[in-house]
């Protein structure tokens, strides 16, 4: 058997492990862009800034190795921004199936969004076809308890009371296939998407109109001519 330099094998090792973190690594490359905050949603003044030098209001964006969106966070002085959730989600994230993908909601711990502490959903599944269209999606609300108390109790019955009431109508059921959602909500954040790619329902049109106070009208021209 020939010898091997143990210079050259530490190197072939050392090729060998980055080989792997190349082909299995989740993030591969950050991009940041530049955000304003107003009264009500963020808006996104310019995509991929290179130049952070003094800039208080950041979105960062990860993305894997296959140029797809992992994960979106509003920053302020560099933290993520602790907003209540009904003007934006600050921290997200996003896991690909082979036909799937997962998108998660955090807040500014990096702690799942809850039912009863946010009033929001924890996470939602989006099913696409083989054309990258949305065809159906399952919606997650997580309940949670630091203790479980009469008064934990009660607030829980109120707030299903509520959205039984006044958000969730008559036709939801499980054999409703009809997502609730036209498209992915934390890709109206990413510049990159899935690879350029943004999954909506079939002959779904967006509303540009409706847009302004989320984009710069640079990034809502951008936007019209691809989407």
Request: with cysteine; glycine share 4%; proline share 3%.
């Amino acid at each position: 058997m020939a010898n091997i330099n143990p210079m050259k094998q530490f190197t072939l090792i050392l090729i060998i492990l980055l080989g792997f973190n190349v082909c299995f690594g989740q993030d591969s490359t950050t991009l940041y862009h530049l955000y304003q905050p107003t009264s009500s949603m963020s808006k996104i003044e310019k995509w991929n800034i290179h130049d952070t030098t003094n800039q208080r209001y950041l979105v960062r964006e990860k993305i894997d190795n296959k140029n797809r969106v992992t994960s979106i966070q509003f920053l302020v002085d560099g933290k993520i921004e602790n907003r209540n959730p009904m003007y934006g989600i600050d921290n997200i994230t996003f896991e690909y199936g082979e036909n799937f993908i997962i998108e998660r909601y955090l807040n500014y711990k990096g702690e799942p969004m809850t039912f009863l502490d946010d009033e929001t959903p924890t996470s939602r599944k989006y099913f696409l076809d083989e054309n990258n269209n949305i065809i159906d999606c399952k919606t997650i609300y997580e309940i949670t308890f630091d203790e479980l108390t009469k008064e934990k109790l009660l607030e829980l019955e109120n707030s299903l009371r509520f959205w039984r009431e006044n958000v969730i109508s008559e036709t939801d059921s499980g054999d409703n296939k009809d997502c609730d959602m036209d498209y992915i909500y934390g890709y109206m954040f990413s510049e990159i998407k899935m690879d350029g790619i943004f999954p909506t329902k079939r002959d779904y049109k967006f509303d540009y109109d409706s847009f302004d106070m989320i984009y710069s009208k640079e990034i809502l021209d951008e936007m019209k001519n691809k989407y």
